[in-house]
């Protein structure tokens, strides 16, 4: 048990992260624990990020063009999907003429378990609980001769990649998907500074939680001492990457250990973890990206009150 712990994805990816010479780091798919989870879901909730909302206008405003785009034998497969709840619009849409099925890929089964009960209704729901690409794959040889897939990756989740790394994820789904098949692409794009600071760092202090979360999740799988009220979280624009990058800052000298995954770690003061980057785009951007991955943009759908664009990308 302890053995197998320790050689976990994720004792593995703390200890990686945590040794590393110059900035540490934490990769964020483990922000989404149940707790995790339902702290996200709690952001797409406040004023101040207006993100999920500006999503959720233009899929709902343009469903109906949208499947209108793509042919009619439809499967639809969602990356990171969460709850589903943007793509209930796009279930709804299909409902009507399709028997509609649905992948919502995520790491969160409390996410997909919802996402399920919530869309059930519309269709075949099949959760499956796994990484992006596993996933992809796994809906790539369940798929059955004459059906066209519609891939979702929603949220500006792209962001969360490096600009190399995101032509990369894209190529990886480009490969999994047979010309003709299209990916809904949501980008949050660059505006300003102002606007971005105030939505990854609210008032309120959810996603300050959300953040902290990590650490608390550390402390819970992998028997480690983090104190959390040594930490805060701390959130940086950098203009030079185009993107807000989210960091746990250690207030003080301070030693944890972390005994699941075999490691003592020490932070100097103000010291900080990396946790998430959220990467903002301009349109030729977008464009670059998916060309470089082997896709022709058929349609772009932008909000007017929050800088959100939802991109029609079909498999060359
Ligand atoms: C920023 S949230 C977006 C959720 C939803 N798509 C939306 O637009 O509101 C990212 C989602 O991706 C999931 N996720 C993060 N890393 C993942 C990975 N490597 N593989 C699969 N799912 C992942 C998280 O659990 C979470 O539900």
Redesign the pocket.
Known sequence: MYAAALDSEFARAVRAGLTRTEQKTL??????DDV??AL??AI?FLPEYG??RA?ARIIQANAGELIECLPDNLLVA??????????RAILEALHPCQDVVYYP????AA?LAKCKQELGSLGAVVPLE??????MRQVAERRAPGKTLLV??????IG?FDPEAAIDFLYAIRLCLQEGDALLL?TDMVKPVDQLMAAYDDPAGVTAAFNLNLLARINRELAADFDLRQFEHVIRYNGDEQRIEMHLRSRQYQIVSIRRADLIVDFAPNETIRTEVCHKFRSEQVCRMARVAGFQMEAQWLDEEWAFAENLLVAR
Not at 27 to 32: G, S, V
Not at 130 to 135: D, K, N, V
């Open positions: 990769p964020c798919r483990y922000l989404y995790g989870s996200f879901e797409t993100l999920t999503d969602e990356l990171g999907s969460g709850t589903g709840a943007k793509t890929i995520d790491v969160s996410s796994t990484s992006y690409l596993e996933g979702l990756f929603l949220g500006s989740t969360n949501g």
